[in-house]
């Protein structure tokens, strides 16, 4: 079936080094994206979104590529601290419908 | 403060005796969803409600049951629990369910079932 999936699940950075987190997804209704951060013992936090008639979308330290020709999206953060370590998580939808299909998450880890 | 509360955040039951978890959110969101999270698999979404007396099966519906009589609560039922469905369960809610909307989530209920 349609799914969202992750390319890396784990990703270690030296701080203050910039991190990439990839996601191939593969429904192409799918017109909304967004990513997640979960820490230990907690849910997940909204990070940041994008619309698909959008490229790129940039945040405090944090930016998401959009490439809906080869079904791509990615997280960006700059200047990666170690209270960034965490899973992340990119989650795609259908606008105005329901369903939210998260994929498996990539675990960011910081080395001081 | 806005937040989504799920009780319990740990249970412990045995097969076959019901159980619900409840979820309750103070922010006048219309939408509202439960997610499974187990290894390896992400989050999988159970149940979602567009609005009160609205709701509609996610990805893996099957040994769940819903309700959505208020805006604010919209519990997780298992009516007979079998020790597959132990995980770790989010309760989720958003303004609506368009685009531009981010899901805000509670902090979990880990349930194991014997």
């Known amino acids: 079936g349609e799914s969202v999936g992750l390319h890396l699940p784990t990703l270690s950075v030296q701080e203050g080094d910039n991190s990439i987190i990839n996601c191939a997804y593969s429904?192409?209704?799918?017109?909304?994206f967004i990513w997640y951060k979960q820490e230990s013992g907690k849910g997940p936090q909204f990070i940041i979104d994008?619309?698909?008639?959008?490229d790129k979308r940039q945040g405090q330290r944090v930016t998401v590529l959009l490439n809906k020709t080869v079904k791509h999206l990615s997280l960006q953060i700059a200047a990666t601290q170690p209270g960034d370590s965490a899973v992340y998580f990119c989650a795609e939808k259908v606008n105005q419908g329901g369903k939210l299909i998260f994929g498996q998450g990539t675990e960011l880890s910081v080395k001081p | 403060e806005a937040q989504v509360t799920q009780n319990p955040r740990y249970l412990i039951t045995v097969t076959g005796k019901k159980l619900t978890v409840t979820c309750s959110q103070n922010?006048?969101?219309?939408?509202m969803s439960w997610y499974r999270q187990d290894p390896g698999l992400g989050l999988r979404q159970i149940y979602y409600s567009m609005n009160v007396e609205v709701t509609d099966k996610g990805d893996v519906p099957e040994g769940y049951k819903v309700s959505r009589k208020e805006k604010r609560n919209f519990p997780l039922i298992l009516e007979s629990p079998s020790p597959n469905q132990t995980s770790l369960y989010f309760c989720a809610s958003s303004f609506s369910s368009r685009g531009g909307s981010p899901l805000h989530f509670g902090n979990g209920t880990r349930l194991t079932v014997t």
């Open positions: 922010m006048n969101h219309e939408y």
């Open positions: 994008i619309r698909s008639n959008m």
């Open positions: 429904n192409s209704a799918s017109d909304y």
